[in-house]
């Protein structure tokens, strides 16, 4: 039977079901391949916090959204046009983010009595107008996954681990993909096991031959490519572009790469792909607790390196006496903290902004550090370039804010050309003068000399010095001279990172203001709201600390500032603060990143309609 080709614009689709049921990795080989097809793309995975949640249960639920289109992607998508439901669980967590129209495709064979009562159904959905409105197809994915492997020497229980593959060929064939990136992995990831890569190439298959011979399946959808700048791409996720991000400022500032990390959720993965990269002399480091992961990468700056530590809100808490070591002792040092939920353990598989304030001032006594933030997954790659140049050129401490939402998000990644990116000089002491460790050039930085450099020796340490010489003085006057120092040395940074850029109208009615991964629904937010008539500009801020020398005349020039932040208005705080203006708060703390369609409600109460 011939099939109706519709063409689209853009999609949306969630593929959800157990942990076990392997919907990340359906999920990233649909990204992967959806990106070599050309599209643009952003994603989401949704992850339990439950290592091993039972099965079937609703706290046991993993989900991948991806939104993909042929023109530009900001967000992950607001609500998926089609859910693949690998049971009842799935559906009922999920239900509520679709579209009314939404097409869901369940696999009927989780539906049974077990399932339904583990997901607290009292009735079969399948059964009763709980889903009217929505296009329901039902697929037996269990039944014909083990009809596709009959033969296959494989254990019953790796048979099932196969439905996500028949699950992932038919999204193939709905959306038009091809299969050959997913068919390539499969033989690479499973080269070992020939076994599991005739069962996993049968499943796929027959997945996507069924969409093309079932009956229930009358339509198929075609997304053109998107119109992307020239060059090569790779898809990529937040915490992989940071990773590269300070392989590429290694090699930049020729200076040897020292990772010192204790794993957390969700920046271990950072750790996981620079110790990938050893052939670019990078040393990494898998400490055995979050103080001797900061403490082994300032014994590494210390001695020459650029010197790295990962961690989120938890662990960035921990660090915090590790990091005034580091400001006292004056030593480049970049910390990644990958915000997740908090306070404590929180929610470690979610996102937040919630380290905002700890970033700028949570530690004892006057301890100023450079703060910034990436605001996509590809820039963190910049960003991570962009803290290891500040933290070498002025000799202190610098945190990069990511989030959870960005670190396992993915997107498109133009790969940049070596020669474009920026340099990282590293200044040898070449003076003529007696040599002193708080000797300071123009941006007030000492000098970085190794420890046995002859007729270099010298001493620092976590006790106050006196300028120049570096002995420990407690002086009064020395103290008050030496705190307003190396906060002026983090203030001299405004006049080396850019002015803050406001996108559209330079000034009027109102201005959204945002930091960090707030960047991509607020852009969508507005061009939505502006499409509608309304006049509204943008701003996002990555640097933090110090803001940008021209923030607070950018403020001015609008009559009203809205902020939208995932904590309870700790840029909102800042802002009110130091430039003594009042900002309208706009704050959700759930787990997960904005959607655009809240902001853009948000924008619409505010200007109250078209204001054009």
């Given at each position: 039977m011939?099939?109706?080709?519709k ?107 077990k399932?339904?009562?583990?997901a ?33 020497p ?9 439905k ?13 993909r091809?299969l ?13 096991k020939?076994?599991?890569v ?11 031959f ?13 997304v ?9 791409y ?25 990772l010192?990390?204790?794993p957390?959720?969700p ?45 989120s ?27 997740r939920g ?6 470690p598989?979610?996102t937040e902004?919630?380290?905002l ?6 530690r ?21 370039i ?7 050129k ?5 945190i ?5 939402y ?18 990282i000089p ?18 007030l ?29 407690y ?16 203030q001299?940074?405004?006049?080396d990172i850019?002015?803050?850029q ?10 959204v ?13 507005v061009?939505?709201?502006?499409n ?14 110090p ?13 009203k ?52």
């Amino acid at each position: 039977m011939a099939k109706e080709v519709k063409r689209l614009t853009d999609v949306t689709v969630r593929f959800a079901g157990d942990s076990g049921d392997g919907m990340q990795l359906t999920g990233t080989q649909f990204s992967d391949t959806t990106a070599l097809f050309g599209n643009d793309l952003s994603t989401l995975p949704d992850y339990p916090a439950e290592i091993r949640a039972p099965a079937g249960t609703l706290y046991g639920v993993s989900g991948y959204q991806l939104h993909f289109s042929s023109s530009d992607v900001h967000t992950p998508g607001d609500h998926p046009d089609l859910l693949v439901a690998m049971n009842p669980a799935a559906l009922k967590i999920n239900l509520k983010d679709l579209k009314p129209d939404a097409t869901i495709i369940v696999n009927t064979d989780a539906f049974d009595l077990k399932n339904l009562k583990l997901a607290n159904y009292e009735n079969n959905p399948l059964e009763d107008d709980s889903l009217k409105g929505y296009d329901v197809i039902g697929v037996p994915i269990t039944n014909l996954t083990v009809k596709a492997l009959e033969g296959c020497p494989l254990s019953n229980k790796e048979v099932m681990r196969c439905k996500n593959f028949f699950a992932l060929g038919m999204m193939y064939w709905l959306y038009d993909r091809p299969l050959d990136a997913t068919l390539n992995w499969i033989q690479d990831k499973f080269s070992k096991k020939p076994e599991l890569v005739s069962a996993n190439t049968k499943a796929l298959k027959a997945g996507y031959f069924y969409g093309e011979t079932t009956e229930i399946f009358t339509t198929r959808y075609h997304v053109e490519p998107a119109v992307l700048e020239k060059g090569i791409y790779k898809s990529i996720s937040g915490n992989e572009a940071t990773a590269i991000g300070f392989v590429a400022a290694s090699v930049k500032s020729g200076l040897p790469l020292f990772l010192g990390s204790y794993p957390i959720t969700p920046a271990s993965d950072i750790l996981h792909e620079l110790s990938r990269h050893k052939n670019f002399g990078v040393k990494t480091y898998q400490a055995e607790d979050e103080i001797a992961g900061i403490t082994s990468a300032i014994g590494a700056s210390f001695a020459g390196s650029l010197a790295i530590t990962t961690t989120s809100g938890p662990g960035l808490a921990l660090k915090t006496e590790a990091i005034g070591l580091a400001i006292m002792t004056e030593l480049p040092l970049v910390i990644v903290d990958v915000q997740r939920g908090g306070p404590s353990t929180g929610l470690p598989t979610k996102t937040e902004q919630g380290d905002l304030l700890q970033a700028v001032h949570g530690r004892n006594g006057e301890a100023p550090v450079i703060v910034v933030a990436a605001i996509s997954p590809s820039d963190c790659f910049d960003m991570a370039i962009e803290a290891s140049r500040l933290a070498v050129k002025y000799m202190t401490p610098v945190i990069l804010l990511t989030d959870g939402y960005l670190a396992n998000g993915s997107e498109p990644w133009k790969i940049s050309d070596v020669s474009q990116l920026p340099e990282i000089p590293v200044k040898k002491w070449a003076g003529n003068e007696e040599f002193h460790p708080y000797l300071r050039d123009e941006n007030l930085a000492r000098p970085w000399v190794k420890p046995g450099t002859a007729g270099l020796e010298h001493r620092i340490g976590g006790l106050e010095k006196n300028n120049i010489y570096g002995n420990v003085n407690y002086e009064p006057e020395n103290h008050d001279f030496m705190v307003k120092l190396r906060n002026q040395k983090i203030q001299n940074a405004e006049i080396d990172i850019p002015d803050l850029q406001v996108i559209h109208e330079q000034e009027g009615e109102l201005l959204v203001l945002g930091w960090g991964s707030t960047h991509g629904a607020i852009t969508e937010a507005v061009t939505r709201c502006r499409n509608n008539g309304l006049k509204v500009s943008h701003a996002q801020l990555k640097y933090l600390n110090p803001f940008p020398k021209n923030t607070g005349e950018v403020l001015k020039r609008f009559k009203k500032i809205l902020i939208p932040e995932i904590n309870l208005g700790q840029l909102a705080m800042l802002i009110r603060s130091k430039y003594l203006i009042d900002v309208l708060q706009f704050n959700k703390v759930r787990g997960l990143p904005f959607k655009a369609a809240e902001i853009e409600d948000e924008i619409e109460k505010i200007l109250g309609g078209n204001n054009g």
